[in-house]
C-alpha cells in the first residue's frame, strides 16, 4: 500500500516562509505527477502544486511566483517550499501521488497562520 507522509506544518506569521515534505513509500518515480493541495475550513480542496514525473511543475494561480515544488529522488520526497505567506494561505495541506489511474493521499499538514 502507497503511503505519503507530510511533515514540516505549523505556525507562521503573514509574509514568513515554511518548506513542507511529503515522503512516498515507494520511488517518487513511479508516480506519473506528485504534488500538493490545500482546503480551508469549510472551502473545497485547491490544487497548489504539482510535478509531473518528468520534472515539469505546475501552480494553482493564486500561488505563482511565490511557492516552488521540488523533489528528492534519492530520499523519495517531495517539497512545497511557500513564500511570502498570506494570511489565507492558513489550510491543512495535502501530497497527493498519481499512479494512472490511481491516487494516492498523505494524512496532511496543517499551516497555521499567527499574528
Known amino acids: 500500500q502507497v503511503q505519503l507522509v507530510e511533515s514540516g506544518g505549523g505556525l507562521v506569521q503573514a509574509g514568513g516562509s515554511l518548506r513542507l515534505s511529503c515522503v512516498a513509500s515507494?520511488?517518487?518515480?513511479?508516480?506519473?505527477?506528485m504534488g500538493w493541495y490545500r482546503q480551508r475550513p469549510g472551502e473545497q480542496r485547491e490544487l497548489v502544486a504539482g510535478?509531473?514525473?518528468?520534472?515539469?511543475?505546475n501552480y494553482g494561480d493564486s500561488v505563482k511566483g511565490r511557492f516552488t515544488a521540488s523533489r528528492d529522488h534519492d530520499k523519495n520526497t517531495v517539497y512545497l517550499e511557500l513564500n511570502s505567506l498570506k494570511s489565507e494561505e492558513a489550510a491543512g495541506y495535502s501530497c497527493?501521488?498519481?499512479?494512472?489511474?490511481?491516487?494516492?493521499w498523505g494524512q496532511g499538514t496543517q499551516v497555521t497562520g499567527s499574528s
Open positions: 515507494e520511488s517518487i518515480g513511479s508516480f506519473n505527477s
Open positions: 497527493y501521488g498519481r499512479r494512472g489511474a490511481d491516487g494516492f
Open positions: 510535478i509531473r514525473a518528468g520534472g515539469c511543475t
